[in-house]
Each structure stands twice: as structure tokens, then as C-alpha cells.
């Protein structure tokens, strides 16, 4: 059973930053893609950016320019570097994991933005 388990949420004042980690139980070579998404109060789980095996990154247009993600293959770990947050960006965060068609899903990490 795979296995993600997220951390490094918080609170936050608008225009600081966060890093998040999500430590993978499997080898996340092994995966098509790892990445996170976000679920903010009231709305649909929504992408936020993803790293496939080739090492190649997509990002939503809202975190462009703002938001890092990268990996760690000897901790496998994959990591999201927020900076510049902002209220819009509050939300429940999930670290995700891709093979084939399944993705596999961690608990979440709240992170919230306010002043």
C-alpha cells in the first residue's frame, strides 16, 4: 500500500513563505508523476503543480512564478516551495502520487494565509 504523508503547513502572513514536504513509503521513480493539489473551504480539489519521472514540471496558471516543486529521490520526498502566499492560496493541501491510471492520495496539510 503506498503511502504519503505530508507536513510543513502552518500559518502564514500574506507575501511569506512555506515549504512543503511529502515523504513518499515507495521509491517515487516508480511513478509516472508526484505533485500536490489543493482544496480550499467551499470548493473542488483543484492541481497545483506536478514533477513527472523525466523531471519535467506543470504548474497552475494561480502559482506560476511563485510556487517550486522538486524532488528528492534518496529521501523520497517531493517538496513545494511557496513563496510569495497569498489569502487565495489558504487551503488543505494533498501531495499525489501517479502510476498508470491510479493516483494515490496523502491526508493533507492545512496552510493558511491571513494576516
Known amino acids: 500500500q503506498v503511502q504519503l504523508l505530508e507536513s510543513g503547513g502552518g500559518l502564514v502572513q500574506p507575501g511569506g513563505s512555506l515549504k512543503l514536504a511529502c515523504v513518499v513509503s515507495e521509491n517515487i521513480f516508480n511513478f509516472n508523476a508526484v505533485g500536490w493539489h489543493r482544496q480550499a473551504p467551499g470548493k473542488e480539489r483543484d492541481f497545483v503543480a506536478s514533477?513527472?519521472?523525466?523531471?519535467?514540471?506543470q504548474y497552475t496558471d494561480a502559482v506560476k512564478d511563485r510556487f517550486t516543486i522538486s524532488r528528492d529521490g534518496v529521501k523520497k520526498t517531493v517538496y513545494l516551495q511557496m513563496n510569495n502566499l497569498k489569502p487565495e492560496d489558504t487551503a488543505v493541501y494533498y501531495c499525489?502520487?501517479?502510476?498508470?491510471?491510479?493516483?494515490?492520495w496523502g491526508q493533507g496539510t492545512q496552510v493558511t494565509v491571513s494576516s
Open positions: 499525489t502520487a501517479n502510476i498508470l491510471t491510479r493516483r494515490y
Open positions: 514533477i513527472n519521472v523525466g523531471g519535467k514540471t
